[in-house]
């Protein structure tokens, strides 16, 4: 079995650029604003794509996305379509069963990372995570975000107060180690970094979340590859919660 940890500052700035590079249009804002309803954005997803050099799209697809603004909330679609395919109005696409936004899926779509290619490298299943994430978050705001508010931790959460004098500053980190009164829910993992582990027949990505949404927590994430595929299926352990929360 072989394994690779990588260093947090390098995976973060993985996922600076990822963040930046998924930026929607700033055109498109006002637009949301107004619409309140699924339209096609004008985003060039391939954007976020190429953000990840060992990463490629496979030949005979494109890349069309979706975006949804309402009361402040946002969401939003990418999708990986045969390269002939036109992009298709919400109001003649499919919508996806058992999303509270009914999110359009366009004819003969498929998920992203069903699409995606790399070359076989640890760092290529790393970056497949956090594309696969950063793809997820395109255009969410307020309560359609998720991945925005978690951090990869690379070090042990340290015991201390975490109490701060104004909201989310209590949380920031600067040495991947969070601070807080922690309560343990599992084993005390042997390994924090972010670490990619040659099983064979799969190919696991291990990320360490701290989230301070709803329970502040952390969690140990396992996205597993089979092998000769960047569309992984995940597995989330708890292993300790602190004794903040944010609700909104």
């Known amino acids: 079995m072989k394994s690779v940890s990588f260093s947090i500052a390098r995976v973060n ?18 637009v949301a604003w107004a619409r309140g309803e699924w339209f096609v954005s004008t985003y060039d997803a391939s954007a ?7 990463l490629w799209l496979k030949p005979g697809f494109a890349l069309h996305a979706y975006r949804l603004y309402q009361q402040g909330d946002g969401n939003g679609a990418i999708w ?20 509270v936004v009914s999110i359009p899926r366009p ?29 997820a978050e395109f255009g969410a705001s307020w309560h359609g975000c998720i991945w925005s508010s978690q951090t990869i931790i690379g070090k042990a959460p340290k015991e201390g107060d975490s ?22 829910r599992a084993r005390v993992p042997q390994k924090w970094e972010p670490t990619f582990v040659d099983r064979g027949k799969t190919k696991d990505v291990v990320l360490c979340i ?20 960047y569309e ?11 004794e903040g929360a944010v609700i909104y």
Not at 232 to 242: D, E, F, I, W, Y
């Open 13 to 30: 700035r993985l996922r600076e650029l990822a963040c930046e590079a998924a930026r929607v249009p700033d055109e498109e804002r006002a």
């Open 48 to 54: 976020l794509l190429d953000v990840f050099d060992t």
């Open 80 to 99: 990986a379509v045969p390269d002939t395919a036109p992009k298709v109005h919400p109001r003649d696409c499919r919508r996806v069963e058992g999303t």
């Open 107 to 135: 004819p003969r779509a498929i998920p992203l990372m069903r699409a995606v290619d790399g070359d076989g490298s640890p760092w290529s299943y790393l970056s497949a995570s956090i594309l696969r994430r950063e793809a």
């Open 163 to 184: 109490q701060g004098a104004d909201g989310h500053d209590r949380w920031e980190q600067t040495d991947g180690a969070p601070v807080g009164k922690w309560t343990w």
């Open 210 to 229: 701290h989230d301070y949404i709803g329970q502040e927590r952390i969690d140990r994430i396992r996205d597993i590859y089979p092998a000769g595929s």
């Open 232 to 242: 992984c299926t995940s597995k989330t352990a708890n292993v300790c919660v602190g």
